[in-house]
Structure formats: structure tokens, C-alpha cells
């Protein structure tokens, strides 16, 4: 259990950069390692475990080489309660080895995320899993509803509309923006897109819980 930190509030950090830049360097080691295990058979596959082992190995015994002077996207921080928070979300957070991870890059009316999407996402031969094309949406949109939003919302309603493949190995948009708000109730639409092409659709529903009494 973490303990409250007594610290100044630019002092509210569970952890050194160092130690943040080399969880999210092992956490993309750890992707390698699941596209490589589905591309790598027979006589490559002891080779290429030893090599990323290896620069697992080498980022431990000197972590200050691992891009010097970088920043970790995502470093742990104490909560308002005093206990650790790290990052954990599952398509975005460059800490956790199953996220792409997909990036933020432009947030407002209209959220923008790029992200391009290796071998373990695959659903058809060099396309995306439709499974994870809603993982992507379901983000994007909440993102674009806690924006432009106040209060937090959770996804209630989500359809998808597939209409061409996502591909996997090239960098691939998502768009989000919230169309109405009602009360406790924000609606939102997105796309997918690929070359310019909309691949998959989305518009959901999310809801803000009921205060409690
Ligand atoms: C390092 C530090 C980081 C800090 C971060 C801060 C915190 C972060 C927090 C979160 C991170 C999330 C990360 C992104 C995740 C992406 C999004 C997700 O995956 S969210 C998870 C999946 N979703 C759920 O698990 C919801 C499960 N459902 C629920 O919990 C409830 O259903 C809930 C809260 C959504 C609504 O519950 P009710 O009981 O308040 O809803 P009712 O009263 O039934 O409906 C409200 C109103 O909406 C209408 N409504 C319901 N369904 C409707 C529909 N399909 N169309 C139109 N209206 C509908 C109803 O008729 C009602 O209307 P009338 O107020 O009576 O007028």
C-alpha cells in the first residue's frame, strides 16, 4: 500500500524518470516480443528472444543510455488521496505492454489519435481484428466526451459500422466528437480512417452516474 506523500506538491512523484523511461522501454519490449512471437518460427525464433532479452538486459544495466535526457510519456503520480496512480488504460498508455499504444494528438472539439497497429491486432490476413477497431472507438469517443464534458462518463451504448478492412503495419487515424448533450447523457460519432478512406464508424452513448444521494 502506498503511502500518502507529505511531499511539495512539484516533488508528487512515486518514482525517478529514470525508472519511469525504463518501465515504458520494457513495456515496448514486451510488445516486440508478442508481434515477433507470431512472426518468428522454427530456427529465428531463439535468436530473436535473445536479442530483445538483450536489450532488456542492457536497458538494466544502464538505464541512464536508454535515450538520454528522454521523458516518459507516462510516469506514475500521487492521487489527491496520497496513493500511487499509474497509468493502466489499455489503448493509450505507453506503460502498458497491450497498448498500441495509440497517440493523442490533437484534443478539443475534435479529438484526433494516431496509431498503427502490429501483427497481435490481427483479425483477417493483414487487417485488423473488428474486435479491436471498437477497442480504438470506444477510447477515441470517451476521450472526445471527457473533454468537452465536465463530469466523468462511461460508455452505455456503442455501435460500429464496418466498411472497409483497418490495416495493420501503417499509421492509421481516429476521429472523435461529441454531437449532443442531454443531462447526464453525452452522445458522440467517430471514424477510423486509412489513406484518407473511412474504414469503420462509430456512435455511442455515454452516461455520467446518477450523483449520489
Ligand atoms: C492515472 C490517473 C488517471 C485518472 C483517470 C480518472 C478516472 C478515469 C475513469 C475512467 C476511465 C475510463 C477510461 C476510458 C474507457 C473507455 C470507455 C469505457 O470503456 S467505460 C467502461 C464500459 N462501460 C461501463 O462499464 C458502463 C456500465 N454501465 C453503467 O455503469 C451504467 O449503466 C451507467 C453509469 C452508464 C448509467 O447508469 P444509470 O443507472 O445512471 O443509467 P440509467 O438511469 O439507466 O440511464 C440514464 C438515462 O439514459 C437513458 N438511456 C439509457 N440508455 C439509453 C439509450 N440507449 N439511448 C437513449 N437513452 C438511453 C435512460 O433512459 C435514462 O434517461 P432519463 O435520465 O431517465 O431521462
Avoid at 142 to 158: D, G, P, Q, Y
Amino acid at each position: 500500500m502506498a503511502e500518502a506523500s507529505t511531499a511539495p506538491p512539484d516533488q508528487r512523484v512515486p518514482e525517478s524518470i529514470q525508472h519511469s523511461v525504463l518501465a515504458e522501454f520494457a513495456a515496448g519490449v514486451c510488445r516486440d516480443i508478442a508481434g515477433g512471437l507470431l512472426s518468428t518460427t522454427g530456427d529465428d525464433l531463439v535468436p530473436f528472444l535473445e536479442r530483445e532479452v538483450g536489450r532488456l538486459r542492457q536497458a538494466l544495466e544502464d538505464p541512464f543510455a536508454l535515450g538520454e535526457g528522454s521523458e516518459p510519456r507516462h510516469p506514475p503520480v500521487f492521487d489527491r488521496r496520497g496513493r500511487i496512480a499509474v497509468a493502466t488504460n489499455p489503448v493509450v498508455s505507453h506503460r502498458n505492454a497491450i497498448a498500441p499504444p495509440m497517440k493523442l494528438v490533437r484534443s478539443g472539439d475534435e479529438c484526433e489519435f494516431t496509431v498503427e497497429l502490429p501483427l497481435q491486432y490481427q483479425g483477417p490476413p493483414s487487417k485488423l481484428h473488428g474486435g479491436y477497431s471498437a477497442v480504438l472507438l470506444d477510447e477515441a469517443l470517451w476521450k472526445a466526451v471527457r473533454v468537452n464534458v465536465s463530469a466523468i462518463s462511461f460508455t452505455r451504448e456503442l455501435t460500429i459500422g464496418y466498411e472497409r478492412p483497418v490495416p495493420l503495419f501503417e499509421p492509421v487515424t481516429v476521429l472523435a466528437r461529441v454531437t449532443e448533450v442531454d443531462g447526464r447523457k453525452t452522445f458522440a460519432e467517430g471514424e477510423i480512417l486509412a489513406g484518407g478512406e473511412v474504414c469503420s464508424r462509430a456512435h455511442g452513448l455515454w452516461i455520467s452516474p446518477r450523483p449520489r444521494e
